[in-house]
């Protein structure tokens, strides 16, 4: 197969010349509800995850990823758009709950936005990502890029969906943020994949995404998004899955089926990366493994999850591992502090693109990072956002991390050293506090969103 040639010139670590290289092909896992230590090489008692293991093996472990606001619906704008979900005023899963949240119309009578009734900001929160933003699809399709969607969308409906945002074609989506059941009829209301009768979703998304590898003969480079439901509620694992975890280490119940949910998605891993290798391929394609936000369930050593305390490390903080042959070194970590914004101008740098070419975007590329495996220096903190409850943001810069409530409090935690956030060091930093606090005002001010601020 053909590749188009990058306009990058890359400079290899390991012999100091300079060479050419083909613009990779791409996979992206995107898992929904992924806790960074719930894989296997991270939590061995409690999870079994030998393909995920080997990417690790294989490239650069990250250590310090953060997602901007670690909801459903939120972390997947940031990542298709690489700007911040409070700039894309977009700050809540999009829920057509009507018990929970009252929806906001717009000049066209379209329910454009919703309010959650127990939000106490009352944030009007976007119900899609709006097409003129750019997404890395059509960033990649510039460069020449054939993109495939599978899996969970979440951003809006059908009009909003991936193939009216630069993909070429979608399996498996809807306008749901979880299935029905991992098991058929995965989606009651839609007819989505509605003709299967066995398969476990994960699987049957799988088949698919290793069918089109198998069958692809364009004369230029691909990307596969593969936006798993997994593991998200339901938690349903696979039958034969579940008995190896029940009992493990106390695992019982939810957990158990929870940490069979997460043994399905690394096999997933696993076969794709598998048929990439048959296919003769896999030397020339970059792999991205990475989580929309932490688990439903709270782990040790970390606080929060996805429904309590969601900005600490346990919600915020996710697995992000890269994978490029030739180019990434093998089975290192890199502790640079960076953020699911930064995919977007990541990937249109690695194809030759300028990120400076597209306007207001949130995160940095990291090529030269995946290049060199160095630190990454940021010149500026990353925040996270939500607009759920009082505890609503972030700001995270070098060892430090602010947590900001609506009602003004604040708390301050060396992350470094207390990765649990159990020592508030706020009563003796006050200086720290106010140089994060200053800095959250004006970056507030930057996303359009001071007036639903704690500290005005």
Known sequence: MKKLLSFALLVCGLCGTTQALENPNIVLFFVDDLGWNNLGYRNPNLF???????????????????????????????????????????????????????????????ASHHLLLSDPAQFPSKNWVDLENVTYAEALKSHGYYNLFVGKWHLGPKEFHPIHQGFDRQIGTTDHGSPSSYYPDYFQDEDVLEEQTEAYLTDKLTDETIHFIDGYDEDQPFMVSMWYYNVHTPNIGRKDLVPRFKGRAGLEGKRAQYAAQVAAVDESVGRIRTALKDKGIDKNTLVIFTSDQGSLYEWEPYRGGKRVDTLCEGGARVPFIVSWPGVTERGVTNNSIIQTTDVLPTLVELVGGNPADYGDLDGVSLFSTLRDNTELQRDKPIYGYRAYEDLYVSVREGDWKLLGYRDGRVSLYNVVDDRSEQDDLANTNPEKVQLLLEKLKAWEVEMDVQQYSGFQ
């Open 48 to 110: 079994e995850t030998p393909n995920v293991d080997q990417l690790a093996n294989d490239g650069i472990d990250f250590q310090q990823c953060y997602v901007a606001s670690p909801t459903c619906s939120p972390s997947r704008s940031t990542l298709l758009t690489g700007k911040h979900p409070a700039r894309l005023n977009l700050v809540r899963h999009i829920s057509g709950n009507a018990k929970n949240v009252k929806m906001v119309y717009d000049e066209q009578g379209r």
